[in-house]
């Protein structure tokens, strides 16, 4: 069956009432009121899992917008009076991140309930790809219907971050960490999203990319309008769909969707996804910021470690807008410690060890001042351009 996915175009997010105008007419394409009550059968817990990164100011980029936030809930209540939302962000409390983006604000004008992330459950996924032992957030694996709310953004390590890893943030805090350490390469880091996936059993997602992320994402990269909205069950679909729209005319250029492909998981080219509303061509953005690929070809080989200074992509620190508050000490899952703060200039800055540096960009995605880059090594660009 071919997996159904609805485009629409909207001109920045203007009110609540127009993005729930735009969340309506996305489920109209999709099939409208038996859709959606197929999708929340009477009396359902529905949990909307946002993108709280981090404890950003409301209409930054880098999180869930709270006026889009607002129009889904405004749609949603009339199908549900059992409506909550949660994240785990990377570093800071999750009640922190809600309350300052603004979210939890519409969600107590709304008596929309506050999940709490941080309380985990062991649960084991028989047919996993990779992963079969979990810890996940109760509330996420609890509810009974899960609603992801990405924005389209570029990430250091898995290139882009969308539908499929928003979910991540429903394995509490800092046990997405050890999750960086065990999965040695982007390729397993993609098996492990499609696990987490495939047990938490996401039924919708609402992809923002009216304003989207590009260049250093997913925390300090700029701002790019695609004035798009994407939507549908298939989480695959919906970032193909995105993909498509941001330059990769072949979704399985990114490990992610080469393993999606591999794995049979779901859709991974457009010709496999009937796309409702807008036009792909007619919202595709042609100079979109993109994060290069270039460390795929390490794999699981030792034996070609020994290059991976010379051409693979480094946290790269500018030293100028270091604050010196080692969160990207803290946030560093590898041991020994990759990082070690040392004193330089009167200032105190991260050193980082390339040999031991696994390439997991969480220090460039936690850096609260957008002081880590994702650097190239001349060779690097040299080889990949
Ligand atoms: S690089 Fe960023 S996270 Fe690390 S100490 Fe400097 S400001 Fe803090
Ligand atoms: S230094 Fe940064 S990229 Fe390297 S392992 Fe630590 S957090 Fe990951």
Same mark, same amino acid.
């Given at each position: 069956?071919?997996?159904?996915?609805?485009?629409?175009?909207?001109?920045?997010?203007?009110?609540?009432?127009?993005?729930?105008?735009?969340?309506?007419?996305?489920?109209?394409?999709?099939?409208?009121?038996?859709?959606?009550? &197929?999708?929340?059968?009477?009396?359902?817990?529905?949990?909307?899992?946002?993108?709280?990164?981090?404890?950003?100011?409301?209409?930054?980029? =880098?999180?869930?917008?709270?006026?889009?936030?607002?129009?889904?809930?405004?749609?949603?209540?009339?199908?549900?009076?059992?409506?909550?939302?949660?994240?785990?962000?990377?570093? !800071?409390?999750?009640?922190?991140?809600?309350?300052?983006?603004?979210?939890?604000?519409?969600?107590?004008?709304?008596?929309?309930?506050?999940?709490?992330?941080?309380?985990?459950?062991?649960?084991?996924?028989?047919?996993?790809?990779?992963?079969?032992?979990? !810890? =996940?957030?109760?509330?996420?694996?609890?509810?009974? =219907?899960?609603?992801?709310?990405?924005?389209?953004?570029?990430?250091?390590?898995?290139?882009?971050?969308?539908?499929?890893?928003?979910?991540?943030?429903?394995?509490?805090?800092?046990?997405?960490?050890?999750?960086?350490?065990?999965?040695?390469?982007?390729?397993?880091?993609? &098996?492990?999203?499609?696990?987490?996936?495939?047990?938490?059993?996401?039924?919708?997602?609402?992809?923002?990319?009216?304003?989207?992320?590009?260049?250093?994402?997913?925390?300090?990269?700029?701002?790019?309008?695609?004035?798009?909205?994407?939507?549908?069950?298939?989480?695959?679909?919906?970032?193909?769909?995105?993909?498509?729209?941001?330059?990769?005319?072949?979704?399985?250029?990114?490990?992610?969707?080469?393993?999606?492909?591999?794995?049979?998981?779901?859709?991974?080219?457009?010709?496999?996804?009937?796309?409702?509303?807008?036009?792909?061509?007619?919202?595709? *953005?042609?100079?979109?910021?993109?994060?290069?690929?270039?460390?795929?070809?390490?794999?699981?080989?030792?034996?070609?470690?020994?290059?991976?200074?010379?051409?693979?992509?480094?946290?790269?620190?500018? !030293?100028?807008?270091?604050?010196?508050?080692?969160?990207?000490?803290?946030?560093?899952? !590898?041991?020994?410690?990759?990082?070690?703060?040392?004193?330089?200039?009167?200032?105190?800055?991260?050193?980082?060890?390339?040999?031991? *540096?696994?390439? *997991?960009? *969480?220090?460039?995605?936690?850096?609260?001042?957008?002081?880590?880059?994702?650097?190239?090594?001349?060779?690097?660009?040299?080889?990949?351009?």
């Amino acid at each position: 069956m071919r997996e159904k996915v609805a485009l629409l175009r909207s001109d920045g997010y203007q009110s609540p009432e127009h993005m729930e105008k735009m969340i309506r007419q996305g489920l109209d394409y999709l099939g409208g009121d038996s859709f959606i009550r &197929k999708l929340i059968p009477p009396g359902s817990k529905v949990l909307l899992k946002p993108n709280l990164l981090s404890a950003a100011e409301p209409g930054s980029i =880098v999180v869930t917008d709270a006026v889009l936030f607002e129009g889904v809930v405004r749609v949603l209540r009339d199908y549900t009076d059992r409506l909550s939302f949660g994240d785990s962000p990377g570093f !800071e409390p999750e009640k922190k991140a809600a309350t300052k983006t603004g979210l939890m604000e519409v969600a107590s004008r709304y008596g929309v309930g506050f999940e709490d992330f941080s309380e985990g459950m062991q649960v084991e996924l028989k047919e996993a790809i990779l992963c079969r032992q979990w !810890e =996940v957030a109760r509330a996420a694996y609890e509810t009974d =219907v899960l609603i992801s709310l990405p924005r389209i953004k570029t990430h250091g390590m898995m290139y882009y971050t969308g539908a499929i890893k928003n979910q991540f943030g429903c394995v509490p805090g800092t046990k997405k960490a050890l999750w960086h350490t065990r999965m040695n390469n982007t390729h397993n880091f993609a &098996k492990m999203l499609l696990d987490l996936n495939t047990l938490l059993q996401t039924d919708f997602a609402i992809l923002d990319g009216i304003v989207a992320m590009e260049g250093n994402g997913p925390k300090s990269g700029d701002a790019k309008e695609l004035n798009a909205l994407v939507m549908g069950e298939n989480l695959a679909a919906v970032d193909t769909v995105a993909l498509s729209l941001i330059g990769y005319d072949d979704a399985t250029e990114l490990p992610q969707y080469q393993v999606v492909k591999e794995s049979g998981w779901g859709p991974y080219a457009l010709e496999q996804i009937d796309v409702l509303g807008e036009r792909v061509e007619s919202l595709q *953005c042609h100079d979109f910021a993109k994060v290069r690929k270039t460390n795929e070809i390490f794999g699981d080989k030792q034996s070609l470690r020994w290059i991976k200074n010379w051409i693979a992509p480094y946290p790269k620190l500018k !030293e100028e807008k270091c604050i010196g508050c080692k969160i990207c000490s803290e946030v560093c899952p !590898e041991r020994p410690q990759v990082i070690e703060m040392i004193e330089k200039d009167g200032k105190t800055i991260p050193e980082f060890d390339k040999n031991t *540096c696994i390439r *997991c960009f *969480c220090c460039q995605e936690m850096c609260p001042v957008g002081a880590i880059e994702v650097g190239e090594p001349w060779l690097g660009k040299l080889l990949y351009r």
